[in-house]
């Protein structure tokens, strides 16, 4: 279930049966620029299309967007794992998506399931080649979740 706050009412009917969080991070350049967006669009589509797969099980929490600097892991480790924390009495599984190596390995190291998206395909966001390839990497990381649920 994508997070929306009108669709609140109905998590709270499916409450029994949605126990995985999914938390989308975006790690991408200081700059606005075409690659910022491409990387944006991607964290989205990919996990929008897992989530759609995985409807009734999985949350899709907000995604988030962070700037990369030389402080980025000191200030967004911190504020994932408060939410992810928040979040931890209702959802026995939680995993976050990130296109951050870092990011994914500190988590990782945490306990968090971490998966690592695979670049950013170079097609146009808008073209049908880039939707394709979407969800080609959804489905990369849809058996790993399923997985973690039989462990």
């Given amino acids: 279930m994508k997070w929306k706050v009108e669709d609140m009412e109905q998590l709270l009917g499916m409450e029994e049966y949605v126990d995985t969080l999914l938390y989308p991070v975006s790690v ?15 964290l989205e589509k990919v996990s929008s299309n897992v989530e759609q797969n995985l409807k009734g099980r999985v949350f899709l929490f907000q995604p988030l967007c962070v700037a990369r600097n030389e402080l980025f892991l000191d200030t967004t480790i911190p504020f994932i ?15 976050i998506l990130t296109n951050s190596k870092e990011l994914a390995e500190a988590f990782q190291e945490e306990g968090v399931i971490a998966f690592l998206l695979s670049p950013t ?13 979407s969800l080609i990497e959804a489905n990369r990381v849809i058996p790993k979740l399923i997985g973690v649920w039989s462990q």
Avoid at 84 to 89: C, Q, V
Wanted: proline content about 7%; glycine content about 0%.
């Fill in 28 to 42: 991408s350049p200081m700059d606005w620029d075409v690659k910022w967006i491409a990387d944006q669009f991607w």
């Fill in 121 to 133: 395909p170079e097609e146009a966001v808008t073209s049908k080649r880039f939707l394709e390839k």
């Fill in 81 to 95: 794992r408060q939410n992810i924390k928040a979040m931890s009495n209702r959802f026995p599984h939680r995993a």
